[in-house]
């Protein structure tokens, strides 16, 4: 049998990491079974997330996805993420649903983004209305369009990378 060969240097991990498994809405497609009220007594703590992120810089990963539940309902989010910067880290991505932006996570996300290093990836823009009406029904699908339009407003220009129907996809242009 022969053996796979990786030339030094050239090997570049894809790191996906779940920041926590709480989020701001309950989707009945969320295949991690996130809502407002996930059990987060198991997540790192700042300390170890931080720590954490500063391993994940050491492996010098060709992309690093934060998502979740909600990446961003975290409080330390913006200091996981710029620690993350920080460490060497320069491919960012966010899977969120855009409800959630506080103006610390905003002005790191800015930062991050004029150095061309992020991609935001808004989730659970499906469309479905019913999937999200235990917390926020028809009101949470506008508002994560809301929270898209925020975004792309205070960080310009910001790449957006979105799997829809094509419903969404047609409101997405709207951005």
Same mark, same amino acid.
């Given at each position: ?46 300390? %170890?997330? @931080? ?5 994940? *810089? ?6 690093? $996805?934060? /998502?979740?539940?909600? !990446? ?6 913006? %200091?996981? @993420? ?5 460490? *060497? ?6 899977? $969120?649903? /855009?409800?959630?932006? !506080? ?73």
């Amino acid at each position: 049998m022969e053996r796979l060969t990786v030339m030094p240097g050239t090997f570049r991990p894809a790191v996906y990491w779940y920041l926590s498994f709480r989020c701001n809405l309950a989707c009945k497609h969320c295949w991690v079974d996130s809502s407002p009220t996930f059990d987060t007594s198991n997540d790192l703590t700042q300390t %170890e997330a @931080l720590a954490a992120a500063r391993k994940i *810089g050491a492996l010098k990963p060709s992309v690093v $996805t934060l /998502s979740g539940g909600e !990446p961003l309902f975290r409080k330390d989010a913006a %200091e996981i @993420l710029n620690e993350l910067w920080e460490s *060497g880290v320069d491919n960012i991505r966010i899977e $969120t649903n /855009s409800m959630i932006l !506080p103006v610390r996570v905003m002005e790191t996300l800015k930062r991050i983004n004029d150095q061309g290093a992020l991609l935001f990836r808004p989730a659970s823009m499906g469309g479905m209305w019913s999937h999200t009406r235990p917390y926020g029904g028809r009101k949470a699908f506008g508002e994560r369009f809301q929270g898209c339009r925020n975004c792309g407003t205070k960080i310009s220009p910001l790449k957006f990378n979105v799997w829809s129907t094509g419903l969404t996809l047609v409101r997405f242009w709207t951005l």
